[in-house]
């Protein structure tokens, strides 16, 4: 089906769609991360399994998230955003079936996690069919006109979504227990289901569909860009709570905090640059801002200090993948903007899963503030690579 569209993004209309494309992001996250902070404690206390299946359970949604990334941009392209979105939906209401369905074997806990695991796929089926949709149906109505600006603000609200999933799903999980997760992670997507109805569709014309190859050789740049910045994101997930106690600072929850106060700052104020200025330009710059971010978190010699370093690091992440992520879609763009944002985002997200355990192997344990130094090392190659891409992409 074909749907045609006002040119949303020169009217007040067009920020309304977003906004309510943020909401829709939001709800189908929460879905999502309400069981981040539940499924480790759950699988460990409760069943009696090890840290080894804890992070197969945490990584299993990741794996397939990140395995049926390309199929939802195709998907998104040939059937439209909103759609995609509905699919995204309807997995994760599979997902909490196995849910529910596992808690019926909890006298043979192997059986259990099986069917945890298999729904934690679904799910990260799910994520990437919600993301996409949401990314390609708001570039659709977007027109080419406010590119920057659609990653920016749906990226937050999928940011908010796990920053609420995590007390919300800890306070369900406390209060509950683990079905009423399951029944949540069913219940939620019929609610989610009734915002998409207000969403207008757009499909692109019909034009040549990139295939993986073809995606990869035009968005490989930008998504090496993405991905070294993505290091520094890691960085401070993983390491800034542990500076913070070996310096003997107290206040753990202050770098995180700062971090992401500083990146829905930047993305709701500052994400217009992008579309004025370039998505290369606003990348180096940005970069820059990573890196001395990251510098700041090494050599802090106070909490302020370093939490200024986390804020920095908010402020160029909320720019970076934005802008590299406007710059894949330039390249491969027209009826192919699920599969650019697709293939890019992937780049960020694998360098985000390989960059914490590398970190580690390379961190002494007494020494945590290294962890941000090599980190802006290699923050900064992002530089040249964006450089390479400018003169390419021109």
């Known amino acids: 089906m074909h749907s045609e569209s006002l040119p949303y993004s020169e009217s007040g209309s ?29 699988v460990h206390h409760q069943l009696g399994f090890g840290t080894f299946a804890v992070g197969l359970v945490t990584g299993a949604q990741f794996a397939a998230s990140l395995a049926t990334r390309f199929a939802a941009g195709r998907y998104a392209d040939q059937f439209g955003g909103r759609r995609a979105i509905y699919r995204g939906l309807v997995l994760a209401i599979a997902g909490g079936v196995f849910y529910l369905i596992s808690l019926l074997f909890t006298a043979q806990p192997v059986a259990t996690i099986a ?88 499909i692109e014309p019909s034009g040549q569909k990139g295939t993986l190859s073809q995606a990869l050789s035009s968005v490989w740049l930008p998504g090496m860009g993405a991905a070294f910045n993505g290091v520094g ?49 606003v990348g180096i710059l940005f970069s820059l801002v990573t890196a001395l971010g990251q510098i700041l978190l090494w050599a802090a010699p106070s909490p ?36 650019a944002m697709a293939t890019y985002s992937a780049f960020p997200d694998l360098a985000i899963g390989l960059a914490s355990p590398l970190l580690g192997l390379v961190v002494p344990a007494t020494q945590m503030g290294m962890a941000f130094l090599w980190s802006a090392v290699l923050v900064m190659l992002a530089v040249p690579v964006a450089l390479l891409a400018g003169r390419q992409g021109y």
């Open 14 to 42: 067009f920020v309304r769609m977003l906004l309510t494309l943020m909401l829709v992001v939001l709800s189908g996250f929460l879905i999502i991360g309400i069981a981040l902070p539940v499924l480790p404690r759950y």
């Open 115 to 202: 069917l945890i695991l298999i729904g934690r796929a679904i799910v990260g089926g799910a994520e990437s069919f919600i993301i996409t949709g949401g990314m390609t149906l708001g570039l659709a109505l977007a027109g080419g006109k406010q590119t920057g600006r659609v990653i920016a603000w749906v990226g937050t609200a999928m940011f908010a979504a796990f920053a609420l999933g995590a007390p919300l799903g800890t306070f369900i999980f406390d209060h509950s227990g683990f079905i009423a997760i399951a029944i949540t992670t069913l219940v939620l997507p019929l609610v989610v289901m009734a915002i998409v109805r207000v969403l207008p569709e757009r």
């Open 233 to 281: 994101y890691a960085a401070l997930l993983s390491f800034s709570v542990l500076l913070f106690a070996e310096k003997g600072w107290g206040m753990g929850w202050l770098p995180v905090t700062a971090f992401a106060m500083a990146l829905i700052a930047a993305r709701l104020f500052l994400g217009q640059l992008i579309d004025q200025s370039g998505g290369v330009r």
């Open 304 to 339: 302020w200090i370093a939490a200024l370093g986390a804020a920095l690091t908010g402020i160029g992440w909320a720019m970076v993948y934005p802008a590299f992520g406007s710059e894949a879609v330039r390249r491969l763009g027209g009826a192919n903007k699920g599969v």
